[in-house]
């Protein structure tokens, strides 16, 4: 009995020297609170800061299918715009006859794409016409001349960018459309804030500096084949759902196998519960 | 051992008998969780867990075994086989889904698994060693999961590699040459990734096994029950199977509804959108923070924002978290308290729900929120209760606290009398 009262003793000395330990970095915190007048100094990019606008996309939901049209009208604007700065490295040309190219299509413009290759006479490194098997390339041969030709802000790869950030479909359609000069309650609130040279007002982006120049600037850049408006919204509504498809192709395959799994998943739950009730009604007062 | 009234086993098809007399295989399962296990028949849903957590170590190992054809563990392709098994494999986009939806399910059923085992004081005499062996598998299951999130190799991955590994740098003297060997070089790179790897691949096996002794030291005293009376007579059980097969059947339909509703509509809900970025040793995130799951435990590390005395802040937050789990090892001895279930002791039942439960809720939240305040403070606040809780309050409250009557017998528990316990006819109980 003594020697389990000791057990204990210690673990209430121990159990003190924790909580004092924590309550001392407590009321240090506190006190620096108390100090400065405020729990977090205010900053621009916390109050600027805004959240993605929700947009209606035609894959969200559970019954969430592709709009193929829409699909390719994003295709044109990443080809025509996105494309002179942004790869797409894990999206293979193949991959487009997912979004009702054929095959003739698809070869013509993996042809009209220039990819590294060997020269099969003398082994040099050239570059050839691409292949459907081939991935979309980069636009620039490796990360530094990347950096060299964009003030050192290297252009990221968009194969994932939507499922690389928060909301991410609602984030990339908000921030094409969201640049804006620097608002003059901001310039008022906070005098001394300034964005870097080379950045972009945009309330989207984290730090509200965005070091891409805005993409889409005037309605009509890029000619739709099917008719569609091309305003600077539906551009930018467009790319994101492309962007979305490159990220996750197997996204509506995905909700579509999720329904017959969940009902049949029901089903058996349910044919499980009603078997369970039938074998415990046997354990109802069976010492009777 | 088992209790007397407990059914044998007797094959009568002549292949089982065979089997039965060369290699006991279909006794040993039949007395495990077959008819041959007597299990109190109070069993709430609460002690569902068990079977759950068993069922998602194997969905673990089979989905993680298919991924594991098809991933490279280095970190030139690493991100890019992972993006492969995404895009290219045959139903990939649901293994890897399920993989990591299925460590976080993993997770769920484990803490309700270990929060019944604290409200019904499940880790009293004589189920110590059943205990001992669940904290072992808990603290194997966050090194198996902290490895696992490595190998996708984006951002996250990367940078918790990182974050984490550097605790050991918080020891004294050797931390730094501990943290080297540990990542086998300066920073997280190829030699990190391969181990995890091998790691990762290796210890769910260990849980397996660990497991297994588990649920042996389980089959001694028997499963423990709502009451928390120890069961006296063959009225007070009830044979695993049918009738625990049964419940447990339909616990694991209503888990694989919600677990495959998440994989299928919100596969990445419980990720971080970081991890679809490529490590970058040279760009840190934000916010670095651990999965979920780490949450309470990684807002405990990160509450020792000041030094005590002459030990750092980043050392204390260190031996604080470890000593968050590590304290569950000497539950048994620290809560003397002859009552085991919760039911009956009214002030040990206020200091769950209103001081446990909440504290826990503050550390998860605070966990994932970003290091400002006033998350800091309230995970001050939480922490010291936390410690308290445990190492001050569980062993005062169960010194002096009035229990209230326990039922005589389960079977006075569930069926309002217990007929021949009145008659006299179970005076000795069953050992």
Known sequence: MSKLLSVRLVAILIGLGFTVAVLWAFVSGASAVISEGELKP????????EHPNDYAWSFDGPFGKWDVQQLQRGFKVYNEVCSACHSLKYVAFRDLEQIGYDEGQIKAYAASKQVPGIDPLTGEATSRPGLPTDYFPSPYPNAVAAAAANNNAIPPDLSLITKARHNGSNYVASLLTGYREVPAELKAEFPDFALSPTGHYNPYFANLGLAMAPPLTTAGQVTYDDGTDPTIEQMATDVAAFLTWTAEPTLVKRKQTGWPVLIFLLFATVLAYLSKKQIWAAAKRKDD | MSFPWAKEYTPTNPVMKFLDEKLPMPRLVYNAIGAGYPVPRNLSYFWNFGVLAGFFLVAQIVTGVVLAMHYAANAQVAFATTEHIMRDVNWGWLMRYAHANGASFFFIVVYLHIFRGFYYSS??????????LGVVIFLLMMATAFMGYVLPWGQMSFWGAKVITGLFGAIPVVGEPIQIWLLGGFAPDNAALNRFFSLHFLLPFVIAGVVILHIWALHIPGSSNPTGVEVKSESDTLPFHPYYTAKDGFGLGVALILFFALVFFLPNYLGHPDNYIEANPLSTPAHIVPEWYFWPFYAILRAFTADFFFIPAKLMGVLAMFSAILLWFFLPWLDKSPVRSGHYRP???????????????????????????????LSQIATAYYFLHFLVILP???????????????????LGSDKKAVLGENATPAV
Do not use: D
């Open chain 2, 123 to 132: 880790y009293k005499a004589p189920r110590e060693m059943i205990w001992l």
């Open chain 2, 347 to 377: 002030m040990f039942r206020k200091f769950f729900w209103f001081g446990l439960i909440p504290a826990m809720a503050v550390l998860f939240y605070c966990g994932g929120a970003p290091a400002e305040e006033p998350f800091v403070m």
């Open chain 1, 42 to 49: 205010a900053s621009a990019e916390h109050e600027f800061h």
């Open chain 2, 396 to 414: 005062i409250v169960s010194q002096i606290e009035k229990p209230e009557p326990l039922p005589y017998s389960i079977t006075e528990a569930v």
